[in-house]
């Protein structure tokens, strides 16, 4: 049986790595266990790492190198890891979320998961469900 394959948006993976419970925690944590397979591309690998080290979250959330180094790791060694020559523009409200489509398109993902609004409430691009974090977990239950 072919293994999930999902895109998951900066706010999930932030809230994973800084939060010790929650949705966002687990999804990382099945990422990491290869539960589904993680699509992503360089240009969200760089939002992610440089979300982590804004300043305000680095030292709110006790953040170090080798944690954010961990995460790093994962998304350029753990993941599938699109090229990034699929452009879609669809989110006009903030365009700096079509890379998530761009990526699920060139990665030929199942799902995006995100807690983000505007992506959520596209609910679905040519066959690819947009879900939340509650509801990605729910599937992969059922699996």
């Known amino acids: 049986m072919r293994k999930i394959k999902a895109v ?3 706010n999930i993976i932030i809230s994973g790595a800084i939060s010790p419970k929650g949705h966002s925690r687990r999804i990382l944590e099945l990422a990491q266990e290869d539960v589904f397979k993680a699509v992503t591309s360089v240009s969200i690998n ?5 979300v982590l080290h804004r300043e305000h979250i680095y030292i709110k ?3 170090n ?3 954010i180094d961990d995460i790093a790791a994962f998304l350029y060694e753990g993941t599938i890891l699109v090229e990034g020559a699929f452009e879609v523009s669809k989110i006009r409200k903030d365009p700096a979320d079509d890379k998530f489509i761009s990526c699920a398109v060139e990665g030929e993902v199942d799902y995006i998961v995100s807690g983000d609004e505007h ?3 596209l609910k679905h691009y040519k066959g690819i ?3 939340s974090a509650k509801s990605f977990l729910k ?3 059922e699996k």
């Not at 760089?46 to 440089?50: A, N, P, T, Y």
């Open 129 to 131: 469900q947009i879900i």
């Open 61 to 63: 959330y006790n953040l």
């Open 46 to 50: 760089k939002e992610i790492l440089s």
């Open 65 to 67: 190198e080798d944690i």
């Open 119 to 121: 992506l959520l409430n």
């Open 8 to 10: 998951i948006d900066t």
């Open 139 to 141: 599937i992969l239950n």
